[in-house]
């Protein structure tokens, strides 16, 4: 599975955007790229999922250029609810690699009043 | 529906006591997985299961067994406890594989100290 890099922490002021960018230099041609949110003692949520250009839901955007080496995960207007661990995975459909599948430190998202 | 649950919530045991942690989905789902997350750590897969009666190793499966005798239900085990085992313990499952294009749906976690 492709290996991701994140930075392991940001500060950000309530209102503002948040852009998350996640590297992943050897995507392979049939991976997606999802992420999840954790909060302090909860399991993570999934957040979006995409696979080129770009896919927006009620949460989040995501951003994903055409070589597809990284994506930027973009959080609108964040509120202090929105702080929290924020995970980049990047591997293919099927059951073939299930066992590779590593969350990594994520991103620790510090959101201030 | 109730999603993932988890059994129990939190536990303290003594080193080499034993242990089963329960999951459980009411979503039909065909994976399950077992993840153990250590302070400031990101999650590590332990053991999953692509279906009823199978299981597979992850990437830090010593120490612990497994097994998927129902599909809705995945257990975990810990035959001889030991302190490098106190963590937080997540279970989890999907449609198919987490690995891309599938959600992973995940419980409230477990929480264990051993002593």
């Known amino acids: 599975l492709a290996k991701t890099t994140q930075p392991i922490s940001m500060d950000s002021y309530e209102g503002q955007e948040v852009n998350i960018t996640c590297s992943h230099n050897?995507?392979?041609?049939?991976?997606?790229i999802t992420w999840y949110q954790q909060f302090p003692s909860q399991g993570p949520r999934f957040i979006i999922q995409?696979?080129?250009t770009k896919v927006t839901n009620e949460v989040a955007s995501l951003f994903i250029p055409a070589d597809r080496k990284s994506s930027t995960l973009s959080l609108p207007r964040v509120s202090l609810s929105d702080t929290a661990v924020y995970y980049c995975l990047v591997g293919p459909h099927g059951s073939g690699n299930t066992g590779k599948l590593i969350f990594g430190q994520g991103t620790t998202l510090q959101v201030k009043p | 529906n109730a999603g993932v649950t988890q059994t129990p919530k939190f536990r303290v045991l003594k080193t080499g006591q034993s242990m089963t942690l329960l999951c459980a989905q009411d979503?039909?789902?065909?994976?399950m997985y077992w993840y153990r997350q250590d302070p400031g750590m990101g999650l590590r897969l332990i053991h999953y299961?692509?279906?009823?009666?199978?299981?597979a190793k992850g990437e830090v499966p010593d120490g612990y067994n497994v097994s998927r005798l129902k599909k809705q239900n995945f257990l975990l085990g810990l035959e001889s406890a030991a302190p490098s085992q106190t963590s937080v313990y997540f279970c989890?499952?999907?449609?198919?594989?987490?690995?891309?294009?599938?959600?992973?749906?995940f419980g409230p976690g477990t929480r264990l100290t051993v002593l």
């Open positions: 989890a499952s999907s449609y198919s594989s987490g690995t891309g294009g599938n959600e992973q749906f």
């Open positions: 995409g696979y080129k």
């Open positions: 979503m039909n789902h065909e994976y």
């Open positions: 050897n995507i392979a041609t049939n991976d997606y």
């Open positions: 299961s692509v279906g009823e009666g199978t299981t």
